[in-house]
């Protein structure tokens, strides 16, 4: 265990907090979420949007790894400022919605809801799963089950067509 504070460049630290987004307040995980939004747009527009569900793998992996070692540098579980999960599973959400406004901002608000909501088996991951696995799956299943309500309300013609 480090004594005294961890420095903000460690490398758990920066990726942890999304660069540092998870230390706003209130609602680190909502700023962390919203944060993610231009880097999935960015990777959307510039490669396809198909390569956000490579990124939120990516970031998933990533995550694992960093939320663990904050977790245990910090002695905590889940820590409010790390935020990378949120940006891993809203990733994944918005690798099912349409690159348009009403898309990402459907998908935002879906998966928010799952995630504070925290319907079986997202609470059960969040409370069962351990370390850096569990900080980050129960994201996952949260981003998931909005990224399959956005793409049947895309598939239906629910979600309406506003371009960016």
Do not use: C
């Amino acid at each position: 265990m480090i004594s005294g504070p961890i420095s903000f460049w460690h490398p758990a630290k920066f990726l942890s907090t999304w660069f540092g987004v998870g230390l706003l307040r209130p609602a680190p995980g909502t700023w962390g979420t919203l944060a993610a939004l231009p880097f999935a747009w960015g990777i959307a527009h510039y490669l396809m949007p198909s390569a956000l569900f490579l990124a939120a793998i990516l970031a998933y992996a990533i995550g694992i790894w960093s939320s663990q070692v904050y977790s245990n540098l910090t002695r905590s579980h889940d820590a409010s400022e790390v935020v990378i999960d949120e940006v891993a599973g809203v990733w994944l959400t918005l690798a099912f919605a349409p690159v348009t406004v009403t898309g990402y901002a459907a998908a935002f608000l879906l998966f928010r809801l799952f995630d504070i909501a925290k319907p079986w088996p997202i609470g059960w991951a969040d409370k069962k799963l351990p370390g850096g696995f569990g900080i980050m799956t129960d994201d996952m299943i949260a981003g998931l089950f909005a990224g399959i309500i956005i793409f049947l309300l895309d598939f239906n013609g629910w979600l309406p067509n506003v371009s960016f």
